[in-house]
């Protein structure tokens, strides 16, 4: 007797007849989904399980490896907007550069500071007056092109050295990592700017971008790259901080080189393991704290014992 022979078709195109079966669930697969294996073929599903199941590539620190330096261009791209709201708006540079201590005259001129109380319509500005977001947005203003020494080659050269050092460091790192660099930098140079100079009016992205220089030394030596070219780096860059220190504020750059250094440390040497993350993180929660209670103890300082909210 006869018998008719049991037609076969793809499990996602079952209008197509097809004879090969995918080598891990076993469900017949028609010429357009098949995708070759290393034994036989597999259907786009057990291939897309597979992927999910391959281990993530990780940075010598922990973080996940990414060819394309995202954060790098998101900050230059936040640093470029910003400049050009100071160009339409001159008093941006005003309301958001990192000040410790001022006053503001009746006259909207800016005047030396002195503790209250105050007459003739004078008031306190910066972070005496509670402005504390000023020890991140000054790291993302630069000086107007007519303003200080440099004019329209500070955020010219601050950006050239963030594309050329981010490029570098956020491939080591991961971006999650490199952000977290990048703001502790930027808010470590401005710390240590209200503790040694809380009356000067500070801008620029030089303080981050000396975190990001000795982050570049610290993880260069972790994973034991030739360090001669790095440390001709690391040369000219601190024979610029004490060059800069005529012209720029040092205190902003000294504190991004030192809170750069730290995290960056603490990225590199902290024992790979489960709990790497964890330990990294509370570094440098321990760090943001830190200078959270110096900022804080220096303000009240300032005000003579109240802090402003």
């Not at 995708?35 to 291939?47: F, K, L, N, Y």
């Not at 261009?73 to 708006?89: G, K, P």
């Not at 620029?204 to 030596?221: D, E």
Request: with cysteine; hydrophobic share 50%; aromatic share 8%.
């Amino acid at each position: 007797m006869d018998s008719e022979a049991t037609v076969t078709t793809c499990y996602r195109h079952p209008k197509v007849e097809c004879h090969v079966r995918c080598v891990r669930c076993d469900r017949y697969i028609c010429p357009d989904c098949m995708r070759e294996a290393a034994v036989g073929h597999q259907c786009p599903d057990c291939v897309k399980e597979g992927m999910r199941s391959v281990r993530q590539a990780r940075t010598v620190v922990g973080g996940r490896v990414s060819a394309v330096p995202v954060v790098t261009y998101a900050l230059i791209a936040v640093s470029v907007l910003a400049y050009l709201a100071e160009l339409a708006l001159p008093e941006v540079v005003d309301r958001f550069a990192m000040l410790g201590a001022g006053l503001v005259g009746p006259d909207g001129g800016h005047y030396v500071w002195v503790e209250g109380p105050y007459y003739g319509d004078f008031r306190a500005e910066g972070l005496v007056n509670g402005e504390w977001y000023r020890l991140l947005t000054g790291a993302f203003l630069h000086l107007p092109p007519t303003k200080g020494t440099f004019g329209i080659l500070h955020i010219v050269m601050n950006m050239v050295a963030l594309w050329n050092l981010g490029r570098a460091v956020e491939p080591m790192l991961g971006r999650v990592h490199f952000l977290a660099l990048y703001l502790l930098s930027a808010l470590g140079g401005s710390v240590l700017v209200l503790l040694l100079a809380p009356q000067d009016a500070v801008v620029g992205a030089s303080g981050a971008i000396f975190g990001l220089g000795a982050a570049y030394y610290v993880v260069a030596r972790r994973i034991g790259a030739d360090m001669r070219a790095v440390n001709r780096f690391m040369g000219g860059l601190l024979l610029w901080l004490v060059i800069s220190a005529v012209v720029t504020s040092w205190e902003g750059h000294l504190g991004g080189l030192l809170a750069g250094g730290v995290v960056a440390a603490a990225f590199a040497y902290v024992p790979s393991g489960r709990r790497r993350t964890l330990l990294q993180a509370g570094a440098c929660l321990v760090l943001l704290a830190l200078l959270v209670v110096l900022a804080v103890a220096k303000v009240s300082e300032l005000t003579g014992g109240g802090v402003s909210q």
